[in-house]
Each structure stands twice: as structure tokens, then as C-alpha cells.
């Protein structure tokens, strides 16, 4: 299965009570699928604060995303965590429900070892028919998927891809050694461009909430082979691209990206604790960066 080369990790829009606002839901849906060109999303991931929300939040959202985009895109549950045994259940009922795909985050806070990675993952997909991509996310889970690890899990049928948050020698190291067929994506919308240049598939983005479009043409330049005008296209993004992240300090997203959405009058609430809305100072600099 293909997802395409731009990926967006969908935030949750919630009311003014921190609950999830459905009718907003299917708002944004329609936002990434048509004005910001996605070609899959991701339901219930980092960006979505999948740590936050409950069980019965995440199987409705894995519903309603299938239901309503109607085979426009490809819908990625979020459905990893650090029980083994829960991200089964969890994974389970998302196939249940018509997901295309899973996104497997590496078991956070107990660290496991790369054995303990692996058969992790093998367990998981040896309990679903459903393709899965794993998340390696070292700095937010204590833990990194070694390229050895997952070459080796490139070699289990449905396990078909990885999207990866390291940097670009990590990706060439899996890229050169995967199974045929592995599909390799960057988690780091300012690596976009140079994954793309050592062969990953495309962008799994929170960025692409706000810059999609130009994100897309960037992406097409490139594999078109207008080099110089993708190069050109990634220098003028990398501003936002960073600016999402450190804004003007480091704040945990998708804090900064839900007020971007907010300025552009796509109303998708605040953050759930233990995250934080952003201060008006780091308002200011959001803004700053599409006046």
C-alpha cells in the first residue's frame, strides 16, 4: 500500500470545554484533504494528542475519519503505545473499523531494549491483517528504533513502512538495507527535502496543516527533477517549518500548529494538559511568520 508523499498528522479539534468537537473534526478532514493536498492522514497520533484522549475518543475518531473521507485518502489510526497488550487491543478494533493503515509509536517511558523492539511489533502485527507503520520518535520516547531493528522488521509482511524522527544518515541506513517495497518517511518537516534526496518516500507533517500546498509543489518539483526550484521552495518554508517547533523557544506541539489553524480561522481549540496553550508572546512570533 502507498500513502503517498505527504502525510499529515491530523491535530484533535476540541471545544471550549477541552471536548472533541466533532463538527470540526470533519472540518479539518476536509481542510487537509482538499485545500492542503494530503494524501493520508493520521488520526489520533502525536499531533492529535493521542496521550490525552481517551479509548472511546480514539474509536470514534478511527470511525467517523473512515466514514467521512469517503476513500479520499488513506485514514492512519494511532494505535501504539507502551503496553504491548493494549496496542493489540487497540489495533484490533481499529481494523474493525475500516482504518487503512496503524502508526505504531515506539513503547515509550519503559525503554525497551531492540529485542524487546522488535518482538514488540512483531507481536502486534501478527495480530492484525492491516498494514502498520512504525514511529520512531527518540526524543519524546526514550527510545530508538536502530536501523538494525528495523531492517529487521522491514522483513514481516505488514509491516510496510517507517516513519522516522532521527536524522538523514539514520534513513539512509534503513532505506539502503530494508526489505523491498519499505516505505520510508521523515517525521521532520525541515528534513522534508533532504529525505526526499536520499530516497524516503515523502513527509509525515504537522506543518502541512498551514503550508501543505507549498509543501506539495516542493515535493513535486523535486521528484520532477526541478532540483534548484525545490531547493529555492524548501529554503523559503524552513522558517515555518522551525519556526512550528521553537516559536520562539522549543513548545511541544501541536500547541503552536492549533493556534496557526486558529489565525487562519480554522477553529480547532487549545490543548489538553498536561500540554499548555502558547503565550502571547509566542502568538506574536506564530504570527510573524505568514504575515
Excluded at 111 to 122: A, T, V, W
Excluded at 151 to 156: C, E, G, P
Aim: charged content about 20%.
Amino acid at each position: 500500500m502507498d500513502f503517498g508523499t505527504m502525510i499529515t498528522a491530523m491535530v484533535t479539534p476540541f471545544d471550549d470545554k477541552l471536548n472533541i468537537d466533532w463538527a470540526q473534526f470533519e472540518n479539518v478532514m476536509d481542510y487537509l484533504i482538499e485545500e492542503q493536498q494530503s494524501d493520508s492522514l493520521v488520526i489520533c497520533g502525536t499531533t492529535g494528542e493521542s496521550p490525552t484522549l481517551t479509548e472511546e475518543e480514539k474509536l470514534e475518531s478511527f470511525q467517523r475519519a473512515v466514514k467521512y473521507a469517503r476513500g479520499r485518502c488513506k485514514i492512519i489510526a494511532g494505535t501504539g503505545s507502551y503496553d504491548t497488550a493494549h496496542s493489540i487491543h487497540l489495533s484490533q478494533a481499529a481494523e474493525k473499523l475500516g482504518v487503512d493503515a496503524l502508526l505504531l509509536v515506539a513503547p515509550y517511558y519503559n525503554r525497551p531494549s531492540q529485542e524487546g523492539l522488535y518482538q514488540h511489533y512483531k507481536a502486534i502485527a501478527e495480530s492484525v491483517n492491516i498494514p502498520i507503520i512504525l514511529y520512531n520518535v527518540p526524543g519524546r520516547t526514550g527510545v530508538n528504533i536502530e536501523p538494525e531493528t528495523t531492517i529487521r522488521l522491514s522483513h514481516i509482511p505488514n509491516i510496510v513502512a517507517t516513519k522516522d524522527c532521527t536524522d538523514t544518515d539514520q534513513l539512509t541506513q534503513i532505506i539502503t538495507g530494508a526489505a523491498p517495497g519499505f516505505l520510508v518517511y521523515s517525521g521532520d518537516d525541515s528534513a522534508t527535502l533532504p529525505a526526499l534526496a536520499v530516497g524516503a518516500r515523502g513527509i509525515v507533517s504537522v506543518a502541512s496543516h498551514v503550508i501543505g500546498k507549498e509543501m506539495r509543489t516542493m515535493i513535486d518539483c523535486y521528484l520532477q527533477g526541478e532540483v534548484k526550484e525545490a531547493a529555492r521552495l524548501h529554503g523559503r518554508l524552513l522558517p515555518v517549518f522551525r519556526g512550528l517547533f521553537l516559536c520562539p523557544h522549543r513548545v511541544p506541539s501541536p500547541a503552536p500548529v492549533k493556534h496557526a489553524l486558529n489565525l487562519k480561522g480554522l477553529r480547532v481549540g487549545g490543548v489538553r494538559l498536561p500540554l499548555v496553550d502558547v503565550t502571547e508572546q509566542e502568538k506574536q512570533f506564530i504570527a510573524s511568520l505568514f504575515a
